[in-house]
């Protein structure tokens, strides 16, 4: 039986330490499951005698249901149990891992990406939800800084991993790896408690209007296809007139009024999505400037990954005892120093690449963990699902978003000469400018961060932890 508080708080520390290991299992491998497949596309176009455009549905597919489903969680955890919507999940996501498995044609592959990314959706959704809900505030960050590094750990290692199983084994078998999450369903039942946040009826026609903005969006951004976008645009418009006719919507404006949240949010679209630019380009610049094989790029984000397990736990237990806000700027500046040296070194020798690296790791996971610390702590309880599920939305957009931006930036500079006079190569042109973009959005998420920091500390707005 668990011993929690009133309001759901489990204040036992043998359960608390528990259900961090369980959600660090399954975030691992959920994040796993999002990288892991991009080594294995070239396996997949031949066996099934695919172009480019058809076989990139497998992760683009996967990446739209995914990012709708984080924030459809959220909202639905503002009306049922935490417990039964990660249970739901969990079984969604190894039933899709069992159709892959068993797959024998491409539109059955690709259902199963579906119905998996239908129940993954759930895992970092609620995953944080359970971290900012069901423990203590004293142990919040530390909690928040753990999943931080897994996912920072997840994403470095994905492709290692992918490209090994898919090179000893087959594709298919990446679908086990996924399907370890089925042995963490009984123990969430068991450990979670059986706590609803609050009554109340699901905005259905709320939901369909942003799933269809957001998935059209989506769409133009990973397939650049033209004609998503107006339909995108006409959604979100008839989703702004529905959420604010209707009495209960799915997303109340009241959310997006808080201006701390909505800072936030904004912050850690630009910040993290550097990140995703540096995982998306740095594999592209080593196998261009440097020659390297998929395996030997792998080694070389390796080291940073590695090292994103550590930080990430470190940052939490700070974030705890001396509040977000240092942990934000230390972030920043990491991010910024290694993008900075990555335009100066690249081209080098790859073990230079792999120690600049680490810095960018190390930013990542502190401010991962901060800014989701932050945000937590700028929600209302009755906002607090949807709110999360939006930042997760906007979290994994700022993906996606940096991987086309990038890709179409390096397609139309690949003859740019470098603006940092440090440049070791001047074959390194595009790259080391691209780098030094990374930095700019950086060093401007910090200063809206410092605009919002002196605003709501004026209004008080700001907690002490905070």
Excluded at 340 to 363: D, E, K, Q
């Amino acid at each position: 039986m668990d011993r929690s508080t009133g309001k759901g708080v489990i204040t036992d520390p043998a359960i608390q330490r528990k259900l961090i290991l369980l959600l660090s299992t399954i975030i691992f491998l959920s994040v796993l499951n999002t990288t892991m497949f991009n080594v294995s596309l070239p396996d997949i176009a031949q066996q099934f005698h695919l172009l480019p455009s058809q076989v990139s549905w497998v992760v683009s597919g996967y990446v739209i249901i995914f990012a709708i489903g984080s924030v459809t969680y959220g909202r639905l955890a503002d009306t049922y149990s935490i417990k039964l919507l990660i249970m739901i999940g969990l079984i969604l996501f190894n039933v899709g891992s069992l159709i892959g498995f068993l797959s024998q044609w491409y539109p059955m592959l690709i259902g199963a990406r579906i119905v998996q990314a239908s129940g993954c959706g759930a895992i970092p959704a609620l995953g944080m939800l359970i971290a900012t809900t069901y423990f203590p505030v004293t142990t919040k960050g530390k909690v928040l800084g753990v999943l931080a590094s897994t996912v920072a750990f997840g994403a470095g290692i994905g492709p290692v991993l992918g490209g090994f199983i898919t090179g000893t084994f087959h594709w298919r078998y990446l679908f086990v790896l996924s399907a370890i999450t089925l042995f963490t369903i009984s123990s969430f039942r068991r450990h979670l408690p059986d706590h609803t946040r609050h009554t109340g009826k699901f905005d259905t026609a709320g939901a369909l209007l942003m799933v269809g903005a957001i998935g059209s969006l989506l769409l133009f951004i990973t397939l650049t296809a033209w004609w998503t976008l107006p339909v995108s645009i006409i959604l979100t418009l008839c989703f702004l007139v529905h959420i604010n006719q209707r009495e209960a919507p799915f997303l109340s404006p009241s959310l997006f009024r808080n201006r701390v949240y909505r800072n936030m949010v904004i912050i850690a679209f630009l910040s993290l999505s550097t990140v995703f630019g540096v995982l998306f380009m740095t594999p592209l610049m080593l196998r261009a400037l440097n020659e390297l094989g998929t395996g030997n790029i792998g080694l070389v984000m390796f080291p940073g990954a590695m090292t994103a397990a550590v930080s990430g736990t470190i940052g939490g237990k700070f974030v705890d005892r001396r509040g977000s806000t240092p942990v934000v700027y230390t972030g920043m500046i990491l991010l910024m120093t290694g993008f900075i040296l990555l335009s100066t070194f690249a081209g080098l020798h790859p073990w230079v690449i792999a120690l600049n690296l680490i810095l960018c790791y190390i930013g990542f996971t502190l401010l991962q963990s901060s800014i989701a610390h932050i945000v937590s702590s700028a929600l209302p309880t009755e906002q607090m699902g949807i709110g999360m599920g939006v930042y997760n939305l906007f979290f994994f957009m700022s993906g996606a978003f940096s991987a086309a931006f990038i890709g179409k930036l390096l397609d139309i500079s690949k003859d740019h000469t470098p603006i940092n006079p440090l440049t070791a190569t001047i074959s390194a042109g595009p790259y080391s400018n691209l780098f030094l973009l990374l930095a700019a959005i950086v060093l401007s998420a910090g200063s809206l961060f410092y605009v919002t920091l002196w605003r709501a500390s004026k209004r008080g707005d700001f907690g002490e932890r905070t």
